[in-house]
């Protein structure tokens, strides 16, 4: 009987510890990658953004394609911010953060910088690009989690309000971003916000989405002439 209960016991604790160690891998957050780290140019200018933000803001890259390694990754976001900064004539890259493959967060214009990625949010909202092509698949469960360990990093630090309303940046303009099965895949996530104009519990939700005289692109005098020398983008 006492061996029994020892038992009993015993396995009990492994069962409470292993569930704790579950829960500390869902709160703990993603691997973050710098800017340093991914070797982005520095911004032409910065505007800061007021937190925390009542939206967040789901993208797919489109191009370049999903990238899962460091490697892969880093040259993805030099690629995007080439392109936003040198043909599209940005600030910087457009997106608050990126999401890989290889499971790693890449800072893009973090989360006090007012961003360029979705008309009417971009000073209200943090944009989170998952890297890929997300038309007729789904990206890993692993990538997901860091985009959800993402948000849930910004709600703890006062980035995001506890109660953000979550879209996709095909509801903020006509675009198919940010691809069919990923959209499909956030409005089973629980802050997905089928119309955000219902919200009628906040007043930054409301200011955030009057005309935001920055969209989408940034102001006109920005021209970036410098290239990278080892991977200009040709368009």
């Not at 989690?145 to 953000?164: D, H, P, S």
Request: some cysteine; hydrophobic content about 35%; proline content about 5%.
């Amino acid at each position: 009987m006492k061996l029994s209960l020892l038992c009993f016991g015993a396995v009990f604790v492994v069962a409470v510890c292993f569930q704790e160690r579950q829960c500390a891998v869902c709160s703990m957050g993603p691997e973050i990658v710098s800017r340093d780290d991914w070797g982005a140019r520095d911004p032409l200018l910065r505007e800061n953004m007021t937190n925390p933000v009542p939206f967040v803001v789901i993208h797919h890259s489109y191009m370049p394609a999903a990238c899962y390694t460091q490697e892969g990754c880093i040259e993805a976001m030099q690629w995007m911010q080439d392109l936003h900064m040198i043909n599209n004539s940005w600030n910087d890259i457009g997106y608050s953060f990126a999401a890989g493959g290889d499971n790693r967060v890449y800072v893009g214009r973090g989360w006090s910088s007012v961003g360029a990625h979705a008309p009417g949010y971009n000073n209200r909202s943090i944009g989170i690009c998952v890297i890929g092509d997300w038309n007729d698949r789904l990206p890993a469960e692993s990538q997901l989690q860091a985009v959800k360990q993402l948000i849930n990093m910004g709600i703890r630090n006062g980035f995001i309000q506890e109660n953000y309303k979550l879209i996709g940046h095909r509801q903020a303009r006509d675009t198919e971003c940010p691809g069919d099965a990923l959209y499909s895949e956030i409005q089973t996530w629980s802050h997905w916000s089928e119309d955000p104009t219902l919200d009628i519990n906040s007043s930054l939700a409301k200011e955030g989405l009057q005309p935001d005289p920055r969209d989408i692109q940034d102001t006109p005098e920005e021209h970036n002439a410098v290239k990278r020398q080892s991977n200009a983008i040709k368009l």
